[in-house]
């Protein structure tokens, strides 16, 4: 004999991946829904700023654009809600990983991808329902603006908040599962100060380096409804640079991630 010949078994195929399952992406939106501290962030605090920051007398009477002071502090804190839902449902992550959901899910047919999108379509999903808590607060409590504002300002913090699930989603694969909202929580607040998104930024030299932050593109592209300034070319580059950084942090932490398994 001068060899074996290795015999292939046709009954053993290698598993075959699929895509989107419909069942995990319900699974994943009940889990966030029960989820009592991504409920508070995302559905209470940005409606209650709103409340506290957002409904003074004179506010209410003071044009803003096409419309007051109240309405463009009412579309930033829609953004912010949106952007703490994003961050909250792509860092969970963080916690299937320490449970080892995420390895036992590698051994079902569901394609890696997949659960990325999955997490970021479920996240998406609670950030529409944050925005509209929201602007139904704002409506009830003297904002005023153009029926376009209410519709357009609402579709940009919801579909610009994806860039957050990205980001949720880096931070999510590299910070510790204990503490991940705990240091995220602050960080968003921070940056939504330096980009702008709670307060005019003016001019000088805090107008500049608010420019490069990554709330900065957002925060003028949602309320470019409402002030009729437009869209900028800074903001929508800033955009689409922190929305492509994200992104590829993310696809970067999520290989090695797989690699280990």
Do not use: C
Not at 111 to 121: N, R, S
Not at 168 to 189: C, D, H, K, T
């Amino acid at each position: 004999m001068t060899g074996l010949t290795p015999v292939s078994n046709p009954s053993v195929r290698p598993v075959r991946r699929v895509g989107l399952s419909a069942t995990y992406l319900r699974l994943e939106v009940r889990r966030l829904l029960r989820n009592r501290r991504t409920m508070l962030f995302s559905l209470l605090m940005p409606p209650i700023f709103f409340l506290i920051f957002g409904t003074a007398a004179s506010y209410r009477d003071e044009q803003a654009g096409h419309g007051n002071v109240t309405a463009w502090i009412l579309v930033s804190m829609a953004l912010y809600g949106a952007m703490l839902t994003a961050t909250s449902g792509g860092a969970g992550v963080s916690v299937e990983r320490s449970q080892g959901w995420t390895r036992q899910l590698r051994l079902t047919p569901l394609a890696p991808w997949a659960y990325v999108a999955t997490k970021l379509i479920a996240s998406m999903a609670l950030g529409a329902i944050s925005v509209s808590v929201t602007l139904a607060v704002g409506a009830f409590f003297g904002a005023s603006m153009p029926g376009y504002v209410w519709v357009f300002s609402g579709l940009i913090a919801w579909g610009g908040s994806l860039v957050f699930g990205a980001f949720g989603l880096f931070m999510g694969y590299l910070l510790p599962s204990e503490n991940v909202m705990q240091i995220l929580g602050p960080v968003l607040a921070l940056l939504s100060f330096a980009g702008g998104l709670f307060m005019p930024l003016g001019d000088g030299w805090f107008a500049s380096i608010a420019q490069i932050m990554p709330t900065y593109g957002l925060a003028e592209l949602v309320r470019a409804p409402l002030t009729g300034t437009g869209f900028t070319a800074a903001s929508i580059v800033n955009v689409l640079v922190w929305a492509a950084l994200f992104g590829l942090g993310a696809a970067w932490r999520f290989r090695k991630d797989t690699a280990r398994v």
